[in-house]
């Protein structure tokens, strides 16, 4: 039977009502709809897009396209080994990330050097604008041989979140002598046979004076931590920690940035540093570093020099407040540029978790400046607002 048009009145009104708060109701939940993180909580769980606690560790950050991507290692439930292999997240904001996948996979062939449960720690990717093609280095142990290989692996892609190809693994510099070694050192005597005992101040001496770099001098000089840095000038460095851990290396690589040009020095011999992290501001650079205590965490420590060459300068801690002899409890691992912002950079360091690794968090603070030094400062939550301010305390 048709309605009544009277009839009808009160049915659209009914209508009318419904439909309206249907939309009310709409715009409400799009306003309460969460809007993702806006801000950094250092220490804390960081679920990525699929609310997964990000699995990037000992990571570095690359900017490319107007997009940071995140690549770090992929920590499991039980073991630091590789069982995965070099993950990757992407982000436009810095707060929040999506995954992209594993870029580097360990792989399952015997004998590999990246065979599954070999290690592999601390990848960097930086990209080379000449041959178009993204770059990974990563420290690199052997299946089985604990830390003793001490190599850099080498692996390369056309697409930044990859897959990347494994090309090899090595210890630099092979045959080349330091810059930053005299002639004296070099023709030095002294050879491990000489020291039936380390740690003396013999022995911390002739460390000093190029000891392992001579033992290794045919076969290269070990590569442990590591970091990578692209200067103004489009010349890339590799960064890291070296005879025995003892002393810092830094390398320059050739133009396709898949090699070593040979040249290289040394930084603070015998000082013992690794987790290198360095940025350039106004010209000078700054390098932050660690003592080397495994897993836990030590006082972090500051380098500047002029020129990437050195001479090095030593500064204090640039850590201040509680805890700042334990770097918050965290381990220096990249220090990443804010696109966009000058004078603007994040130090990211790893709190490691080595009982269950898959937990270990992220320390991500801004750096300020004090007399034109960095200083760390910890903060339970920030954001980048942050750098709209002086930096400058
Ligand atoms: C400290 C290093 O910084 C880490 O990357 C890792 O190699 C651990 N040592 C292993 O003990």
Redesign the pocket.
């Known amino acids: 039977m048709k309605p009544q048009s009277n009839q009808l009145y009160p049915i659209l009104f009914t209508f009318f009502c419904a439909s309206l708060m249907v939309v009310l109701m709409g715009c409400n939940s799009k306003k309460e709809e969460p809007q993702g993180f806006q801000n950094f909580n250092p220490g804390q769980s960081w679920p990525d897009a699929d609310s997964v606690h990000i699995n990037a560790h000992?990571g570095g950050i690359l900017f490319h396209d107007n997009t940071y991507y995140w690549f770090g290692e992929y920590k499991s439930e039980h073991t630091s080994s590789a069982q995965v292999g070099v993950n990757c997240y992407s982000s436009t904001d810095l707060y929040n990330w999506k995954p992209e996948g594993v870029a580097l996979p360990v792989s399952d062939s015997i004998g590999s050097d990246i065979e599954t449960g070999c290690v592999m720690?601390?990848p960097k990717v930086i990209y080379n604008a000449k041959t178009q093609q993204f770059v990974l280095y990563f420290h690199l142990e052997l299946k089985g041989k604990g830390y003793s290989a001490a190599r850099v692996g080498i692996a390369v892609s056309d697409k930044v979140t990859g897959p990347y190809t494994y090309l090899r693994s090595l210890r630099p510099n092979a045959g080349f002598w330091p810059q930053n070694m005299t002639e004296a050192q070099k023709n030095s005597s002294l050879t491990m046979a000489d020291f039936s005992d380390w740690w003396t101040d013999d022995w911390m001496a002739a460390v000093h004076d190029g000891l392992f770099i001579r033992r290794d001098f045919e076969g290269g000089q070990m590569s442990?931590?590591m970091t990578l840095f692209v200067d103004d000038d489009g010349k890339a460095y590799h960064i890291y920690s070296s005879e025995e851990n003892l002393t810092l290396h830094i390398a320059e690589l050739s133009d396709d940035y898949l090699s070593y040009t040979g040249k290289y020095i040394r930084v603070a011999p015998g000082g013992h540093n690794?987790?290198p992290a360095i940025f350039k501001k106004d010209g000078k650079y700054f390098m932050i570093t660690?003592g080397c205590t495994?897993?836990d965490p030590n006082a972090a420590r500051l380098f500047t020099a002029e020129s990437i060459w050195g001479p090095w300068e030593q500064h204090p801690n640039p850590c201040v407040g509680d805890d700042a002899d334990l770097t918050f409890h965290s381990?220096s691992t990249y220090i990443l540029p804010v696109a966009g912002k000058d004078d603007a950079f994040i130090f990211m360091a790893d709190r490691w978790t080595p009982k269950k690794p898959i937990e270990a968090s992220y320390i991500w603070l801004p750096i300020q400046f004090e007399n034109g030094l960095p200083v760390l400062k910890w903060m339970d939550q920030w954001n980048l607002s942050i750098f709209d301010e002086s930096n400058e305390l």
């Open positions: 000992g720690e601390r442990r931590d690794e987790a660690s495994g897993w381990q």
